[in-house]
């Protein structure tokens, strides 16, 4: 028999998906995994010309005066406005403002005691003199207790965490408690002293030389008035300043604790803005092209999915300046490169982006 005339052995359809399987779908796979990173290298992985920076701007909190750290209200990443007291510097050396104290209160004592051989008529008149001289011992006393107040709060502010952590035995620790609230009364009780003095005093005018007829008065009186201006001086000396907040930001780095020393000038908190202001990037050497201010670029996010925009360059550098660390990270460069200078380029920051502080976009300059 012919094998032609015989009829055809069908094909089972297991069989025909086992060939479609093993020749056909790689072939269609790898044309399409092609074709897919085609698009992606077009739309999507196109070289940067170079690496921006959405540039950090912060500002520190500083001391203005030397003392110790007291009363931060702050933590660690808490929002702050501009002008905000975030805390005090209080003075740093209690001894010596209870010598500059002690000195006052002595004088004002002197004075006192010299009124005393006064005659009668002289009484009258320097009667008035005598409460000036109570009303600026009351302030004197007021003064060295706010000084030790002052001490003693710092003192139980440090010893708190210790007593937690079980360091400081709580008697030392009540003590400490029971001297802040005894100078706490006594504060209290003198300031209600100086209030009875001072409406009495502030409604009496000073006496003159013509109606007394004293001699030594106009002495007496400039004597009180050079105590009082001591006295004066040192109240602002105790008085703690603020320690103000520059910027609306975060507070990012906290570089002094309550209860340390710290001097004029040094910086106890950084504050960090919570947006950036604009991108800055390097253009590297040798120079691609020639950056002009109002260039177009596009910017382009390292997040996912991407995000792009389109900005401008606002400045260009006038020199080739070294190029910052993070930068230098961000261009994935071998390890502890030697520095490196380049043309510093700035761009408008497009608000879409919604970019924080720190964070590297690629720069495709058009």
Do not use: C
Not at 17 to 38: D, G, H, N, Q, S
Not at 52 to 79: F, M, N
């Amino acid at each position: 028999m012919d094998p032609r005339l015989l009829p055809p052995i069908p094909t089972p359809p297991a069989q025909r998906w086992r060939e479609v399987r093993l020749l056909y779908l790689p072939r269609a796979m790898f044309v399409a995994a092609i074709v897919l990173v085609a698009w992606m290298w077009g739309d999507a992985v196109a070289p940067a010309t170079l690496v921006a920076e959405a540039e950090i701007s912060g500002a520190d909190s500083r001391a203005t005066q030397a003392g110790v750290v007291a009363g931060l209200k702050v933590a660690l990443h808490q929002k702050v406005r501009a002008g905000e007291v975030l805390g005090h510097i209080a003075a740093a050396n209690p001894r010596l403002l209870d010598a500059t104290l002690a000195v006052i209160r002595a004088d004002v004592a002197m004075l006192g005691a010299t009124m005393a051989g006064a005659t009668d008529r002289q009484r009258v008149v320097l009667e008035l003199a005598r409460m000036q001289l109570d009303w600026m011992g009351q302030r004197v006393e007021r003064a060295a207790l706010q000084g030790r107040l002052q001490q003693t709060e710092a003192d139980l502010a440090r010893t708190a965490p210790l007593h937690r952590a079980g360091l400081v035995t709580d008697e030392a620790y009540t003590q400490l408690k029971i001297t802040r609230d005894s100078l706490v009364a006594q504060q209290d009780e003198t300031n209600r002293m100086i209030a009875r003095l001072e409406p009495i005093l502030s409604g009496q005018n000073a006496p003159s030389a013509t109606a007394a007829e004293l001699s030594g008065e106009s002495a007496l009186a400039a004597a009180i008035k050079v105590q009082e201006a001591k006295l004066r001086l040192a109240e602002e000396q105790l008085s703690p300043v603020p320690l103000v907040s520059p910027i609306d930001g975060v507070v990012s780095l906290v570089l002094r604790r309550e209860g340390e020393a710290v001097v004029a000038g040094e910086a106890v908190l950084r504050v960090t803005a919570t947006k950036p202001a604009r991108l800055t990037g390097y253009v590297r050497q040798p120079l691609a092209f020639d950056p002009k201010p109002g260039m177009t670029a596009e910017i382009r996010t390292r997040s996912t999915p991407a995000k792009v925009a389109v900005t401008t360059i606002t400045q260009v550098g006038a020199a080739l300046e070294t190029i910052s660390p993070s930068v230098l990270a961000a261009m994935r460069l071998p390890p502890t490169p030697a520095p490196e200078t380049a043309l510093r380029v700035e761009f408008a920051l497009p608000v879409s982006l919604g970019l924080r502080p720190g964070e590297h976009v690629d720069v495709v300059v058009r």
